[in-house]
């Protein structure tokens, strides 16, 4: 009998594990197996006669963690530039985990080795060259007058010059894919684009000669000239400053793409420099002063992305970062337009989206402000006993949810030690602050959010949302996965006249959308020409509506770090601050942020706050995202570059209004002055001073809007709570999340973190990530194929040795190019049974091919991760 009840006893936990998965979120597993193991011991025990006694093993209770916050006290951060030097700290365990992806083979075999080392994997980081576009010739550059990609095509030409299979295999050691488009390779976007990206590949192959035959009439057409196998303008060697990255792999791939200049004639200075010392030429400074000509560019996508058709606006455009490289963009109207129309989501079907973005991928080859090298399939190495929900793109650096769940098995409290390549590399600001991965890891450390992505599908998650309604134009391709999510359509949305569409920055209020409206009518009617009739405005519709309805007791329990609870006005700083800098008539405006704003307003229609207590906002808008949980507009407090409050926020404001320092490295280079740093350096003593000026003269930011919404008491008790914090810790840096900066040190290298203990959650709540089932997928079948005659070939999907099950995938495509490097057809394989998929080369298929050597080429996507899985095959085809 005692075998019986151990076996049933697997059974039952067996059950429970299923179980646990149909439950509602908020009944715990834990919660259920104990109910369910109850049951069955209770009927076990009928069944044994009263004289026997069984032995029955009762496994101590294993206490639940009442925790909140992080599992860390502290959080000890310091800089070590060397991936080596890094591994062997974490060897000796002098470090706990190195927060940065390494892609270089020797590294990683090292990583392998080590017996007390494991790692995070990622997908989600890439390199990249970015161009000075500026010029072709510039008046007084520091290397010199002619800038050779000032000139498109030229950029264009350098795909043929850089052999990308060469830094894939050599540089990279085969741990990284080739890329020739600003779409990720393990992307839905990808999958779902492959022809046309393949074609492109095969369009833009290495081809050195024909590098240097399309450069060499673009020069000769500025004026140029090739004297003894060297570039000359204006009798001056044409010289090229490369910007070389020192960290990783970039510095051998500065090295490589300076070998080819130097072969096809141009003199090239190697400008060697860490982030630190990089930052100040590429994006701080302008590129009209001629101080570099290319950037070896690193990136990484922190989060898995679902739709990637902003990232022509964000790669090529003005639209992208407020500093002056992207400023200074200029683009082909139909690729600009292009852009901006994929940004906002301006289609209404998939069909036009697919045309909008098959052109776009064409014109930003053309365009070639980036030239895209290759994805890095990329570790993070730890100590065993370390673990983390780490995102599949992202990694731990770039995962929201890394501080919530990085801990020690078994362990509560203590310290933790994470090494960075750089750390404190540029000003942390709300606004306009620090891009970099170094800094935006500890900005997302100190962070909370309304909702955060899911790091295995990239989907939102609700963290202070308690549902959204999304209210989406009829026909509209918009679907729904999660349940707090409720999606609807409707044929016509229309937005209320009082809700806010614009910002009037003089007057300091927001307009309605009845206001707007009647502004748009009256200037139409001035406009119009005598005897021209105009038609009255209707009303105001839009594509999409999202109301969301937030926690109950979100005022009570969530406060900022300086103890300030969360209020209305944290919202409503985040609404006005949306329109105010990009508004010539504000105290701070900034140029910077008017292309950002114009493409905004393009697609905003207005919001309504329904009700403050409970909180819930209404958001109307012609932009829309084919997931219903992507795009929720919240309106938390959570900005471009990391958490804000709107008491802190006005220090900068007040000091960037007085032009003593600013928010944007764009308007730094244009006026001269610091750029905010909420953590250190002089700015924090020019919003000390702010603050003191605020508590003697009282008063709040934005009055005729803000009075509305915020009393004086409420402001009294942040200037207090604010004092207090500065005189403790000595700068102005308060977020929400699992744990607070309690200090930075620039010149030592080094920030601690320490666990915030009155964040609302449980430090259990996100444990349920664990390991994430990405598909292992083999293709099989004949490599030898009779042209005019079918051929079936298998695909088979296994996740741990077991089939995937056909329900959890969404597609599995293929394509065939075939022997003269075209895609000859794409198509989807048919699912037989879990784990099983057939493609059938039909005779049709086969009978259009060429004689010669073929390539069959598979992706898998999967409903559980979004990240597409891919292999291929070559076969031969005969007559």
């Known amino acids: 009998m005692q075998k019986k009840l151990l076996a049933l006893f697997g059974v039952v936990m067996a059950l429970a594990m299923v179980l646990s998965a149909c439950q509602p979120a908020a009944v715990t597993p834990e919660t259920i197996v104990e109910t369910v193991i109850e049951t069955v011991i209770e009927t076990v025990e009928v069944e044994v006669p009263v004289e026997v006694e069984v032995p029955v093993v009762v496994e101590p209770e294993?206490?639940?963690?009442?925790?909140?916050?992080?599992?860390?006290?502290?959080?000890?951060?310091?800089?070590?530039?060397?991936?080596?030097?890094?591994?062997?700290?974490?060897?000796?365990?002098?470090?706990?985990?190195?927060?940065?992806t390494v892609g270089n083979p020797e590294a990683a075999a090292k990583i392998e080795a080590a017996p007390n080392i494991d790692y995070w994997r990622?997908?989600?980081?890439?390199?990249?060259?970015?161009?000075?576009?500026?010029?072709?010739?510039?008046?007084?550059?520091?290397?010199?007058?002619?800038?050779?990609f000032g000139v498109p095509k030229i950029?264009?030409?350098?795909?043929?010059?850089?052999?990308?299979?060469?830094?894939?295999?050599?540089?990279?050691?085969?741990?990284?894919?080739?890329?020739?488009?600003?779409?990720n390779s393990a992307s839905n976007d990808a999958a779902t684009f492959a022809a046309e990206i393949?074609?492109?590949?095969?369009?833009?192959?290495?081809?050195k000669e024909l590098a240097a035959e399309l450069i060499g009439a673009e020069m000769e057409a500025l004026g140029a000239t090739l004297d003894g196998g060297v570039w000359t303008y204006e009798g001056e060697p044409v010289t090229l400053s490369v910007l070389i990255r020192i960290e990783d792999e970039r510095l051998a791939i500065g090295d490589y793409v300076s070998n080819q200049l130097e072969d096809i004639g141009f003199t090239v200075i190697r400008d060697y420099k860490s982030a630190a010392d990089a930052s100040p030429i590429w994006y701080g400074g302008d590129p009209n002063a001629g101080a570099y000509s290319i950037y070896t560019g690193g990136w990484i996508t922190t989060a898995i992305p679902r739709d990637l058709g902003d990232n022509f606006a964000f790669f090529y455009?003005?639209?992208?970062?407020?500093s002056p490289m992207w400023q200074n963009y200029v683009n082909d109207p139909e690729f600009y337009d292009l852009a901006e129309r994929l940004d906002n989501a301006d289609y209404n079907s998939l069909e036009e989206r697919r045309e909008l973005i098959a052109r776009a991928l064409e014109l930003s080859l053309e365009d070639g402000a980036r030239l895209w090298l290759c994805d890095r399939n990329a570790i993070a190495p730890k100590l065993t006993n370390i673990s983390g929900a780490a995102d599949l793109y992202g990694n731990i650096t770039g995962a929201m949810l890394w501080a919530n769940t990085i801990r020690r098995a078994g362990e509560e409290g203590g310290s933790f030690t994470m090494a960075m390549p750089s750390i404190l590399t540029e000003p942390w600001n709300p606004i306009a602050g620090s891009n970099w991965i170094y800094d935006m890891t500890l900005i997302r450390g100190t962070s909370d959010m309304a909702?955060?992505?899911d790091p295995y599908t990239g989907l939102a998650l609700p963290v202070r949302v308690d549902r959204a309604e999304v209210v989406v134009e009829e026909g509209l391709p918009v679907f729904q996965?999660?349940?707090?999510?409720?999606?609807?359509?409707?044929?016509?949305?229309?937005?209320?006249?009082d809700a806010w569409a614009d910002w009037d920055a003089e007057a300091q209020q927001f307009i309605t959308v009845g206001e707007k409206a009647a502004a748009a009518a009256e200037a139409a009617a001035a406009e119009a020409e005598e005897g021209e009739e105009v038609e009255p405005a209707g009303p105001v519709t839009a594509k999409r509506k999202i109301t969301v309805y937030y926690q109950e007791d979100l005022f009570d329990v969530v406060t900022w770090h300086d103890g300030s609870p969360i209020s209305m006005g944290d919202f409503l700083m985040g609404m006005i601050l949306t329109f105010d800098r990009g508004k010539e008539d504000s105290a701070i405006y900034d140029a910077a942020a008017a292309p950002s704003l114009r493409s905004f307003l393009s697609a905003f229609k207005g919001v309504k706050v329904v009700s403050t207590d409970p909180l819930i906002i209404e958001t109307y808008t012609d932009t829309f995202y084919q997931d219903a949980e992507i795009g929720v507009s919240t309106w938390w407090p959570y900005y471009a570059q990391g958490i804000g409050a709107w008491h802190n926020l006005y220090l900068g404001i007040m000091a960037d209004a007085a032009g003593e320092a600013v928010f944007?490295?764009?308007?730094?280079?244009?006026?001269?002055?610091?750029?905010?740093?909420?953590?250190?350096?002089?700015?924090?003593?020019?919003?000390?001073?702010?603050?003191?000026?605020?508590?003697?003269?009282?008063?709040?930011?934005?009055?005729?809007?803000f009075s509305q919404f915020v009393t004086e008491d409420e402001a009294a008790l942040r200037i207090q709570n604010l004092t207090e914090w500065h005189r403790r810790y000595g700068h102005f840096w308060i977020g929400m999340g699992p744990y607070y900066l309690q200090r930075a040190f620039p010149v030592e290298g080094t920030v601690i973190l320490n666990q915030n203990p009155n964040y609302p959650d449980l430090a259990t709540r996100w444990d349920r990530f664990g390991a994430a089932p990405i598909p292992v997928v083999e293709l099989d079948g004949s490599a030898r194929v009779t042209i005019g005659t079918e051929e079936v070939y298998e695909v088979t999907v296994t996740f741990d040795g077991a089939p995937y099950a056909l329900a959890d995938i969404t597609t599995v495509n293929f394509l065939v190019v075939d022997a003269t490097n075209q895609v000859a057809y794409v198509g989807e394989a048919v699912g037989v049974a879990d784990g099983l998929f057939e493609i059938v080369m039909t005779p049709e298929i086969t009978g259009a091919l060429a004689a010669g050597s073929n390539t069959l080429e598979v992706v898998v996507v999967s409903k559980l991760v979004a990240v597409p899985v891919s292999t291929g095959l070559t076969f031969v085809t005969v007559e």
Do not use: C, H
């Not at 393949?198 to 081809?207: N, Q, S, V």
């Open 481 to 497: 996965t999660l349940d707090w999510v409720d999606l609807s359509f409707e044929a016509e949305i229309l937005v209320p006249e």
């Open 198 to 207: 393949r074609a492109l590949e095969l369009k833009y192959p290495y081809d």
């Open 664 to 705: 944007s490295q764009a308007k730094e280079s244009e006026l001269g002055v610091d750029r905010l740093s909420y953590i250190a350096g002089p700015t924090v003593d020019i919003m000390k001073s702010k603050l003191d000026l605020w508590a003697e003269e009282g008063g709040l930011p934005y009055e005729p809007t």
């Open 122 to 148: 990622s997908s989600g980081s890439y390199n990249e060259l970015s161009f000075n576009t500026t010029g072709p010739v510039w008046e007084d550059g520091a290397i010199g007058n002619l800038n050779p």
């Open 62 to 100: 294993v206490p639940v963690s009442t925790r909140v916050g992080g599992w860390f006290d502290t959080i000890i951060v310091v800089e070590e530039p060397s991936t080596d030097a890094a591994i062997t700290r974490l060897e000796v365990e002098e470090i706990d985990a190195f927060f940065y």
């Open 451 to 453: 909702t955060v992505p």
């Open 155 to 183: 950029r264009e030409a350098m795909n043929y010059l850089i052999d990308r299979d060469y830094v894939v295999q050599e540089i990279m050691g085969g741990l990284a894919t080739a890329r020739w488009t600003t779409f």
């Open 317 to 322: 455009t003005d639209m992208g970062l407020p």
